[in-house]
């Protein structure tokens, strides 16, 4: 049976991807996930931010990425979140240079500023995107929120100025209020795989009409979420919240459950039934998705 996919060019064992968290930031971590089955490995990001403040940052995070991409097996993908286009061009250069087989811009920031209009934030990100692409050789990935007025365009976009794949969505962690204090505090919450939906349809819509790779983030707990976004056109499926709970050999379940699927069915190999579900097989996917939203609406969410 052949579960190998592709993915930014790269070739990959398998769909199921390690995303960043803790267990990706150091060497320890990222062994234990590529010894327990990962088929590439998104290291935590370098935040510009978190370097201004602390130089020696960086430079564990490029000797953890040395060590990993010379340890070999599998692909060491970088993740980097800058915050000047200055940054984000040297960081991306120094990531290639310490051996990462891909770079994962991570454009996370929330566009506070009300006089900042969504044109401006839009070729803000294109604009990082051809910077960095200008200067490294290795291929590119962009990390998206679902966050922007016409996300087809947006990440039409991208994929124009060099983006060689989409990571669908980054997830925004929100603060809470401590009563007792009055003060903001942190309120991580892991994924659940109703968080889905989102990156599921927008992939299904997306699968087939960009020339871009694929991957899938967001609320992969089991096999059957796996199963879900491939079967929309991912080329990758990545994981964080499951292997925190449940430890770097959770990825060993999802894959036997992948494969005990498709033996079920009789499938040889992922090609044969990823992006089956893809809108881009329909005449008109607004139309689905317009009937499937009636549906819901006028069933009261009764299946």
Do not use: C
């Not at 564990?60 to 980097?80: C, D, F, H, M, Y």
């Amino acid at each position: 049976m052949d579960l190998s996919t592709s993915y930014l060019g790269l070739e990959l064992k398998h769909p199921i991807v390690a995303s960043p968290s803790p267990l990706t930031r150091d060497i320890d971590g990222i062994r234990r996930l590529v010894d327990a089955g990962a088929a590439a490995v998104v290291m935590a990001s370098v935040f510009e931010q978190q370097v201004a403040a602390d130089s020696d940052v960086l430079k564990e995070r490029l000797e953890t990425l040395r060590q990993a991409s010379k340890q070999g097996g599998v692909p060491i993908i970088a993740s980097l979140n800058g915050e000047t286009l200055a940054g984000w061009v040297d960081f991306a250069k120094q990531l290639e240079e310490a051996g990462a087989s891909a770079i994962e811009l991570d454009l996370y920031r929330v566009p506070a500023d009300p006089n900042e209009t969504g044109q401006v934030l839009e070729q803000g990100y294109v604009d990082i995107l051809r910077a960095v692409k200008a200067q490294v050789h290795v291929p590119v990935a962009v990390k998206l929120s679902p966050y922007f007025s016409a996300p087809a365009n947006m990440a039409k976009q991208l994929v124009e100025a060099g983006a060689d794949g989409l990571v669908l969505f980054n997830r925004f962690y929100e603060g809470d209020i401590d009563l007792e204090s009055l003060l903001f505090k942190s309120d991580f919450q892991l994924s659940t795989p109703y968080d889905i939906r989102l990156p599921l349809m927008w992939i299904s819509l997306l699968s087939g009409r960009l020339d871009a790779s694929l991957a899938a983030t967001s609320g992969v707990w089991t096999y059957e979420e796996v199963v879900k976004y491939l079967l929309v056109g991912a080329d990758a499926v990545m994981t964080t919240s499951s292997l925190l709970k449940d430890g770097p050999q959770h990825l060993g379940m999802l894959v036997d459950g992948l494969r005990a699927w498709m033996e079920s069915r009789g499938l040889k190999s992922v090609g044969e039934f990823k992006g089956r579900l893809a809108a881009a097989h329909l005449d008109d996917p607004s139309a689905f998705m317009h009937a499937h939203y009636s549906d819901i609406l006028t069933s009261g969410g009764k299946g």
